[in-house]
Structures are given as structure tokens and as C-alpha cells.
């Protein structure tokens, strides 16, 4: 199967300081309609990798092509509508501005004709947005931020989709509906690429899992692959009674 990939990083270094690269040269590609999700231990760069191809964090070298574009120096507001939507782990919703404000300024690049119906379509698909548009981002629980987060993503149809640790913080019920919501929008189309540290709950939606440790991709296989391999297990996953990140002793 060899079909371009939608979203691929070549040898990308990326990091806040030129000298102290964090990503180091990271060889990276997704297929469209995968879901794909990037595991390792506390300060393997993961975050930073996806910040770096959002345009939030610096590219020192290599590049970042999305559907066969160069997007490596778009600007991170001109990257979504290249295609390209990123939710960061926090300050993704406006909180003192209402359900329905943060979703009228998502859908502020549409024509104004469009902007009503797509509001209406974001609502029929994430209907506990719907049932108080007024009420204001910041009284939200952790899961329906996360929700308003992805909702507000989603305004311009991006094909791509990427979120830093969607499940940061909730509680794991409303993690199980996060990640159902993931799956359904994947169902739909939307190539997903996640930063996760709840690797079970990831592992249970994702095509292929990519593990990295000091800023360089170590494995990649899909998770049945991965989940057998008691040395990755042990190492990175957190089976075998070690914790995630621990090196196996």
C-alpha cells in the first residue's frame, strides 16, 4: 500500500533552544484515515513533537508535509487551515466566553453563510455541548472542555487531527467517553494523531502505536504487536508490574 501519507515529519529536530534539541531527527508518517498514537516515557519529547509540527514549538531542521505540502514555516493559525487542527493539553477553550462563543470564533474563517449550519453540525455531534450553549467554557467539567476543545478543532473539517494528552486530568469514565468520541470522529474520517499516557485506554482505539524515548522513535507496530513484546512491555508500557517509563530491572 503505497499511497502518500497525509501527515509525515523528515529527520525533524525540534526544540525551544537551537543547541538543545528535544525532538532529534524523528522520521515520522501517517496514513489517512489512521489512528495513531505516539507513547513513551515522562520527557521522551513526545509533546514537543507535535507542538514542533503545529508550529508551536521551533524547527531547527527537517521538515513537515502535510498531504505532499511543505507546511514546516506556515504560521500555526495559517496551519488549520492548511488542514492541520491541534489541541493542546491546556488553555484549549476560551473559559471566560460561553460554549457557543468559542464555537462562533472557530467557525469565524468559514463564509458567514456556512457559519450557522456548521455550528448546528457541531452540536448534533457532541450534544452535551448543546444542552446549555450559554454557559460559559471555564465552569465546564474536565471532559466537556475536552469536548468543546475538539468541537472547536473540528469547525474547518480538518483531515488531520492532533491532540496532546486528551485524558490529563479526567477521571476513568469520562476518559472511556473521550476516547469513544475519538474513535467515532476517526469512523468518520479524520486521521488522529494522539500524545497519550493512558496507554491502556489508547491502545484499545488505535491502528498503530509509535514509542518514543529521548526525543528518537524506539518501536512502532500496532498495539497487539506492541502488548506482545514483553521487552517494550516492560520497558515502556508499564505491564509486568512496572510503571510506565521504568526500565525494566
Known amino acids: 500500500r503505497m499511497t502518500s501519507p497525509v501527515l509525515a515529519t523528515f529527520s525533524l529536530f525540534a526544540g525551544y533552544e537551537a543547541d538543545l534539541p528535544i525532538v532529534r531527527g524523528v522520521d515520522f ?4 484515515g489512521e489512528l495513531v498514537i505516539l507513547l513513551g516515557p515522562n520527557g521522551a519529547g513526545k509533546s514537543t513533537f507535535v507542538k514542533a509540527i503545529a508550529g508551536m514549538v521551533p524547527v531547527h531542521s527537517g521538515r513537515v508535509h502535510l498531504a505532499g ?3 514546516t514555516d506556515v504560521a500555526p493559525h495559517r496551519k488549520l487551515a492548511e488542514g492541520l487542527a491541534f489541541v493542546p493539553q491546556t488553555e484549549n477553550v476560551f473559559a471566560s466566553m460561553s ?5 462562533q470564533i472557530a467557525v ?10 456548521k455550528i448546528d ?7 452535551d455541548l448543546a444542552v446549555r450553549p450559554t454557559r460559559l ?5 474536565g471532559g466537556q472542555r475536552q469536548m468543546l476543545a475538539v468541537a472547536r478543532a473540528l469547525a474547518l473539517d480538518p483531515p488531520v487531527l492532533i491532540l496532546d494528552e486528551p485524558s490529563a486530568g479526567l477521571s476513568p469514565k469520562i476518559v472511556a467517553d473521550v476516547f469513544a468520541m475519538l474513535k467515532r470522529i476517526n469512523g468518520d474520517g ?9 496507554v491502556k485506554a489508547a491502545m484499545a482505539i488505535a491502528d498503530r502505536a509509535v514509542i ?38
Do not use: C, M, W
Open 137 to 141: 467554557a471555564g465552569a465546564l467539567s
Open 99 to 103: 460554549i457557543l462563543e468559542n464555537l
Open 29 to 32: 508518517a501517517v496514513q489517512k
Open 121 to 127: 453540525a457541531l452540536f448534533s455531534r457532541f450534544p
Open 190 to 198: 479524520v486521521t488522529i494523531v494522539l500524545v497519550e499516557q493512558n
Open 108 to 117: 469565524a474563517l468559514l463564509p458567514k453563510s456556512a457559519r450557522a449550519a
Open 212 to 249: 518514543l524515548a529521548e526525543g528518537r522513535i524506539r518501536h512502532e507496530g500496532t498495539p497487539s504487536e506492541l502488548a506482545d513484546d514483553p521487552l517494550i512491555g516492560q520497558i515502556y508500557l508499564g505491564t509486568a508490574r512496572h510503571t510506565f517509563g521504568e526500565v525494566a530491572r
Open 69 to 71: 505540502r511543505d507546511i
